[in-house]
Structures are given as structure tokens and as C-alpha cells.
């Protein structure tokens, strides 16, 4: 007699959901350094403003580089993965409702 197979998706589900998570906290302190860094910038008067402003600039460039990598994961990746889980949960299901296959 074959036991019953099952897929659990709740684990995946919550990664699901506290990647995003993490994305939006991601775009929450990259918004507030831009903040932070527009008003230094707007008030700064001196020597070491250009080269300042031109290294926090490289700066968001790579951060922004982070974020795109993060959303792939999670547009891409996430639901590619989920997509062949709910597959394979749809396939059980199949099986566990005739698990010997036809066979008597």
C-alpha cells in the first residue's frame, strides 16, 4: 500500500511573501539616504562636494544594481519556482487519488 504524498507550499508562500518584504524596506532606506544625501547636498559649500556627490553617486548606481537583482529574484525566480511546486502539488494530487498506478 503507497502512502500518501503531499507538497507543502506554506514555507515557500511565507518566502514568498518576506522577500518582498524585504524588497519594499530595501527601497524604504535606499528613499531616505536619497533623501539624507539630497538634503547634504543641497546645503553642502566647500571643497569635497564634487567628489562627494560623485561617489554617492556610484554609490546608488550599485545599490540600484542590488535592487534590480532583487526584484528579479523575486518576479523571476519566486514564481518560477512556484509555479513548478503548484505543478508538482497538482501531480500528487493525481497520484494520491489512484496511487497504485491502475494497477489491482
Known amino acids: 500500500m503507497s502512502e500518501f504524498v503531499s507538497a507543502d507550499i506554506e514555507k515557500f508562500v511565507e518566502f514568498e511573501t518576506q522577500a518582498q518584504e524585504a524588497i519594499e524596506e530595501f527601497q ?47 518576479d523571476s525566480v519566486i514564481k518560477d519556482v512556484k509555479d513548478a511546486y503548484l505543478q508538482l502539488d497538482e501531480e500528487l494530487g493525481a497520484f494520491n487519488q489512484n496511487p497504485s498506478g491502475g494497477e489491482q
Request: proline share 0%; aromatic share 6%.
Open 28 to 74: 524604504s532606506i535606499k528613499d531616505t539616504f536619497d533623501d539624507i544625501n539630497s538634503t547634504l547636498l543641497s546645503k553642502w559649500q566647500g571643497a569635497g562636494k564634487d567628489a562627494y556627490e560623485q561617489e554617492s553617486s556610484h554609490i546608488m548606481e550599485n545599490v540600484t544594481g542590488i535592487e534590480t537583482i532583487l526584484n528579479t529574484i523575486c
